[in-house]
């Protein structure tokens, strides 16, 4: 009996196998995730709050900052509460289009967190290497355009993996080896031909990881140099401890992405559980420690929390 193709299209469920080998130990490994979940969801949701109401942070830098605690937000929501599911109650059926939707957003957002750590280099790159020249270059419009051009370059280099991963028959398993839905871990499962998804997605990356990293090291290594020519140590340690957050973001972020991507392209074959927890470090690592490190290293947003706080304090002593 010949079957058609329609037997092997997309499944209407898939099923996420989790951390491969740990399973016994999913309810522990889950501890780490929800805090690591719950600091994503407070930091952020406090630095926005913050930017939002504070006058004096409505400036390029906290505008990109904001745009980066969204985005860390969104990659929180659309991956955590599955893989905790997934830990505490075994649920790791998920939708083929839920699926591809969680596909989406994850590629998604991880691109347009990738595009923002640019602008944010960028930022740094004319406050400190043209001071001068910083309010009549990044204006109010020049922002919004740089952050519309962040978005539509996520979405338009990412709107491709859905579609793709659509198209392909899947005629055996649909167990995905991970905790979430990742585009080339999808592919794998399919039977027919994917030399185009693996170009595609391989181009993708080259071009995020290589340019954007290219742009960011430049910008900073310009930086550098500037910060080394000037005159007062008060002045080289106020732009350095402002740098110095983002280069721990970016660390937080293109790290285990690195590290990711070279075991998926050369490790072995199969899934491990040392490949799953760092490709669920990558998504969960920015989020959850991106706040701290501003928190820690900014001085604008330490005050302004400390104001906050001291307020909330005095309310009950006014009564």
């Given at each position: 009996?010949?079957?058609?193709?329609?037997?092997?299209?997309l499944?209407?469920t898939f099923?996420?196998?989790?951390i491969?080998?740990?399973?016994?130990a999913h309810i522990?490994i889950s501890?780490?995730?929800c805090?690591?979940?719950?600091?994503?969801?407070?930091g952020?949701?406090?630095?926005?709050?913050?930017?939002?109401?504070?006058?004096?942070?409505?400036?390029?830098m906290?505008?990109?900052?904001?745009?980066?605690s969204?985005?860390?937000?969104v990659?929180?929501?659309?991956t955590?509460?599955?893989m905790?599911?997934?830990?505490?109650?075994?649920?790791?059926?998920?939708?083929s289009?839920?699926?591809?939707?969680?596909?989406f957003?994850?590629?998604?957002?991880?691109?347009?967190?990738?595009?923002?750590?640019?602008?944010?280099?960028?930022?740094?790159?004319?406050?400190?290497?043209n001071?001068?020249?910083?309010?009549t270059?990044?204006t109010?419009?020049?922002?919004?355009k740089?952050?519309?051009?962040v978005?539509?370059?996520?979405?338009?280099?990412?709107i491709?993996?859905?579609?793709?991963?659509?198209?392909?028959?899947?005629?055996?398993?649909?167990?995905?080896?991970?905790?979430?839905c990742e585009?080339?871990?999808?592919?794998?499962?399919?039977?027919?031909?994917t030399?185009?998804?693996?170009?595609?997605?391989?181009?993708?990356?080259?071009?995020?990881?290589?340019?954007?990293?290219?742009?960011?090291a430049?910008?900073?290594g310009?930086v550098?140099?500037?910060?080394?020519?000037?005159?007062?140590?008060?002045?080289r340690?106020?732009a350095?401890?402002?740098?110095?957050?983002?280069?721990?973001v970016?660390?937080?972020?293109?790290g285990p992405?690195?590290l990711?991507?070279?075991?998926?392209?050369?490790g072995p074959p199969?899934?491990?559980?040392?490949?799953?927890?760092?490709?669920n470090?990558?998504?969960?690592?920015?989020?959850?420690?991106?706040?701290?490190?501003y928190?820690?290293?900014?001085?604008?947003?330490?005050e302004?929390?400390?104001?906050i706080?001291?307020?909330?304090?005095?309310?009950?002593?006014?009564?």
């Amino acid at each position: 009996m010949v079957l058609s193709n329609s037997s092997y299209l997309l499944p209407h469920t898939f099923f996420l196998a989790g951390i491969p080998g740990l399973t016994a130990a999913h309810i522990w490994i889950s501890l780490p995730f929800c805090f690591m979940f719950f600091l994503a969801l407070t930091g952020n949701g406090v630095l926005l709050f913050l930017i939002w109401t504070e006058h004096s942070l409505h400036q390029p830098m906290f505008f990109f900052l904001a745009m980066l605690s969204f985005v860390d937000l969104v990659l929180s929501l659309s991956t955590l509460p599955k893989m905790l599911a997934i830990f505490w109650f075994g649920a790791t059926a998920i939708s083929s289009h839920s699926c591809l939707f969680q596909m989406f957003f994850i590629h998604a957002f991880s691109a347009m967190e990738s595009g923002v750590l640019v602008a944010m280099a960028l930022d740094r790159f004319v406050a400190i290497c043209n001071p001068l020249r910083y309010a009549t270059i990044l204006t109010p419009a020049v922002v919004t355009k740089v952050g519309g051009l962040v978005v539509l370059r996520g979405v338009g280099l990412t709107i491709s993996f859905p579609s793709l991963a659509h198209r392909l028959p899947y005629c055996g398993s649909h167990t995905i080896a991970f905790t979430y839905c990742e585009h080339m871990a999808v592919v794998k499962l399919a039977c027919g031909a994917t030399t185009v998804d693996n170009l595609y997605a391989f181009a993708v990356a080259i071009f995020l990881g290589v340019g954007d990293v290219a742009f960011i090291a430049y910008s900073y290594g310009q930086v550098v140099r500037t910060v080394m020519h000037f005159p007062s140590p008060e002045a080289r340690a106020k732009a350095g401890s402002t740098c110095t957050a983002h280069v721990c973001v970016i660390l937080f972020f293109y790290g285990p992405g690195f590290l990711s991507v070279v075991m998926q392209r050369f490790g072995p074959p199969t899934a491990s559980a040392a490949k799953v927890i760092l490709a669920n470090l990558y998504l969960l690592f920015p989020p959850a420690l991106d706040p701290i490190v501003y928190g820690v290293k900014m001085k604008q947003i330490r005050e302004r929390l400390f104001t906050i706080l001291s307020l909330k304090q005095m309310e009950p002593t006014s009564l």
